[in-house]
T-cell receptor
Framework: GAGVSQTPSNKVTEKGKYVELRCDPISGHTALYWYRQSLGQGPEFLIYFQGTGAADDSGLPNDRFFAVRPEGSVSTLKIQRTERGDSAVYLC????????????FGQGTRLTVV | QKEVEQNSGPLSVPEGAIASLNCTYSDRVSQSFFWYRQYSGKSPELIMSIYSNGDKEDGRFTAQLNKASQYVSLLIRDSQPSDSATYLCAVNGLRGSYIPTFGRGTSLIVHP
């Protein structure tokens, strides 16, 4: 596609539920990043994929968070047993190679845990 | 010390003035530097990238990089009310990783 696409745009879920957030990167981009952004803060790194593999998952806050990219394109961020503190905007970005190349963001998914 | 530091602002400038946004970073070996603009409720939009010491100009925007001082800035000439947004500095190559690390952003307000 022309740009990074994230679905859904908004997600409201109850505390304790499971959610999946999807990211479709720019076609041909091998690097994919997930970030989380809270109000008044910059994007906070969660996980970086290079192709199908998670090259760096050091930003995932705990084991309730998991992400996959099985075919090296679309990625899914999965959050189990959601907590109110997980409420934030989840941003996905992709870049051509990941090596100093520019990263482009999708429109984000606003997750609200009630 | 945070890895990428920005003054949160707000920075308020009159229309037509030059807005100067600053960013410092902690790792001298960082390789590439980016400025993003983020309007309220929207996602970050890449506006400038810079890789070498010196200035890089693109329209009304100039990015300046000084690796010795670990400092990168963004100048916006002839500021317009439509430039009012949060400007995020991102640094790639911190700690040897290819993961853009962001500052908290500087809020810019351009008043008519």
């Amino acid at each position: 596609g022309a740009g990074v696409s994230q679905t859904p745009s908004n997600k409201v879920t109850e505390k304790g539920k499971y959610v999946e957030l999807r990211c479709d990167p720019i076609s041909g981009h091998t690097a994919l990043y997930w970030y989380r952004q809270s109000l008044g803060q910059g994007p906070e790194f969660l996980i970086y994929f290079q192709g199908t593999g998670a090259a760096d998952d050091s930003g995932l806050p705990n084991d309730r968070f998991f992400a996959v990219r099985p075919e090296g394109s679309v990625s899914t961020l999965k959050i189990q047993r959601t907590e109110r503190g997980d409420s934030a905007v989840y941003l996905c970005a992709s870049s051509a190679t990941g090596e100093d190349t520019e990263a482009f963001f999708g429109q984000g998914t606003r997750l609200t845990v009630v | 010390q945070k890895e990428v530091e920005q003054n949160s602002g707000p920075l308020s400038v009159p229309e037509g003035a030059i807005a100067s946004l600053n960013c410092t970073y902690s790792d001298r070996v960082s390789q590439s530097f980016f400025w993003y603009r983020q309007y309220s409720g929207k996602s970050p939009e890449l506006i400038m990238s810079i890789y070498s010491n010196g200035d890089k100009e693109d329209g009304r925007f100039t990015a300046q990089l000084n690796k010795a001082s670990q400092y990168v800035s963004l100048l916006i000439r002839d500021s317009q009310p439509s430039d009012s947004a949060t400007y995020l500095c991102a640094v790639n190559g911190l700690r040897g990783s290819y993961i853009p690390t962001f500052g908290r952003g500087t809020s810019l307000i351009v008043h008519p």
